[in-house]
């Protein structure tokens, strides 16, 4: 009888010792990270409470550039691609591939990003990361399904670590612009009045359909962003190409809603609000615009964000990337954002190459990661390239001291000091509130003046 007693005793305390560790298990595995969605200019979540998105993208992770990632190609990662396939076959390179973004993005890297205060990753994904080739031939698991493993194991730690996720179709079949961060520069067909142009857009509904379908219903899943930065910026093309890419957008957005009727959609508005339709062209709903502000001057960018309110488009604009060049000063970016209520995404969160170890491009770097030579390395060395020695957690990358102050914004701070620098806000408050503040305001200008010190020390000034 007493040996039962005890039996139940223990069954009791192992139950209550489990539920109370129940809401800590929650937590971490996202259960707290409600469906978004969008009303009028704001991103709400199901319980009705506004979000604002602040964050870094992963840049690098499914698609490479070579100014800050460890390969060399201007042109694209297309051409290292299809000359590694070349030496050593499409499945063992498709490995390659996965063993480096396994290493170049891993749990450290999520909790790093928590860390900051940060509630969002934007992950740039390439379609070969999924298919073998640009016809729309799936990689396949096992069991004949589309394997989509890796983008789930990204969605299982943001999930883990409280974090919304934003799928971005950095590189499209066709290449939709002529830059080499869609894979191929000067490549541009995806908008081609032509059979093969016409082939490639099937080839990228086929693609937004069947990953809709896979997470419908995930809710750490914040929005799909369709095409980046689409037509990029070559004028010459881009009048021609614009209905073409207005009406295809509308194809993708009905595609993708036709099997997930509720995940937020992004319309790239590359480079102002304008180059894009309006919601009310097609009938758009619960979609967030985005912009991406590389401009020279705190001048400019205050004139694009009043391009976003002015256009009055009765949706929410996101920052989906931005850097200071020139002359613009993080704190103002930073600042004039928050003052807006428009969410945000740095780039990038990681880079290796010359100073990326100082470089606020980034907030971790290395500037000692060994470039892979796709042409002579053998496999062996590429794994060994590819490999633990591209983990941030590893020796070679290092904090930069720019995430530290990204730090100070992530909860919506505005440093109205900076965004008084030579006048640049509208209003401020009264004539008292704007003397009492000139102390600040001669702080913010002794910081921007280090600022461009620094940014010319390291080269990025221009």
């Given at each position: ?13 192992a ?49 490479m ?19 590694l ?16 973004r ?27 990361n ?66 093969k ?15 809709a ?9 914040a ?56 919601p ?14 590389y ?8 004139s694009?964000?009043?391009?976003i ?6 949706a ?10 020139g ?23 990681k ?112």
């Open positions: 009888m007493k040996k039962t007693v005890k039996s139940a005793a223990a069954v009791i305390i139950i209550i010792m489990l539920t109370a560790y129940l809401p800590v298990f929650a937590e971490n595995a996202g259960d707290s990270l409600p469906l978004l969605h969008t009303e009028g200019e704001k991103i709400l979540d199901s319980k009705g409470n506004e979000i604002v998105l602040r964050g870094t993208n992963f840049g690098g992770w499914g698609i550039e070579d100014w800050f990632c460890p390969y060399t190609n201007p042109a694209g990662e297309e051409q290292v691609y299809l000359k396939v070349e030496r050593f076959g499409r499945e063992a390179v498709h490995e390659l591939f996965k063993l480096y396994s290493n170049w993005i891993t749990e450290t890297d999520y909790k790093n990003v928590a860390e900051l205060g940060m509630n969002v990753i934007r992950l740039p994904i390439w379609y070969r999924f298919q073998s080739d640009d016809n729309g031939t799936w990689y396949r698991t096992a069991d004949g399904e589309i394997d989509f493993s890796e983008l789930d194991e990204v969605v299982s730690m943001c999930k883990k670590y409280g974090l919304y996720l934003i799928i971005d179709l950095h590189g499209l079949p066709g290449y939709q612009n002529d830059y080499d961060h869609c894979g191929q520069s000067k490549s541009m067909s995806l908008f081609d009045a032509t059979e142009g016409a082939r490639y857009r099937e080839v990228v509904i086929d693609f937004w359909t069947e990953l379908k896979h997470y419908k219903g995930e809710t750490s899943v929005m799909y962003d369709l095409m980046n930065e689409p037509l990029g910026t070559n004028i010459t093309r881009d009048g021609s190409f614009q209905q073409t890419f207005w009406d295809f957008s509308n194809d993708l957005y009905n595609a993708v809603r036709a099997v997930d009727p509720d995940h937020i959609i992004s319309m790239e508005a590359i480079w102002d609000p304008s180059a894009i339709a309006s009310d062209v097609y009938g758009w709903e619960n979609i967030v615009y985005q912009e991406h502000l401009d020279i001057t705190n001048f400019t960018i205050l694009k964000v009043n391009e309110r002015d256009a009055k488009y009765n929410p604009f996101y920052i989906g990337e931005f850097y200071p060049r002359l613009t000063t993080f704190g103002y970016l930073f600042s004039i954002f928050n003052d807006r209520g428009l969410s945000w995404t740095t780039w990038t969160y880079g290796a190459g010359p100073d990326a170890d100082k470089s606020p491009w980034f907030l971790y770097g290395s500037s000692t990661v060994e470039k892979i030579d796709y042409e002579n390395d053998s496999l062996e060395e590429l794994q060994r390239k590819f490999g633990e020695v591209l983990r941030t957690d590893g020796e070679k990358f290092s904090k930069n001291t720019f995430a530290d102050y990204a730090s100070n914004f992530t909860d919506g701070t505005v440093d109205k000091a900076c965004l008084m620098t030579f006048g640049l806000i509208d209003t401020v408050g009264s004539k008292e509130q704007r003397s009492a503040m000139q102390s600040e305001k001669f702080n913010a200008v002794i910081t921007t003046i280090k600022d461009w010190l620094r940014k010319l020390k390291t080269g990025d000034l221009l």
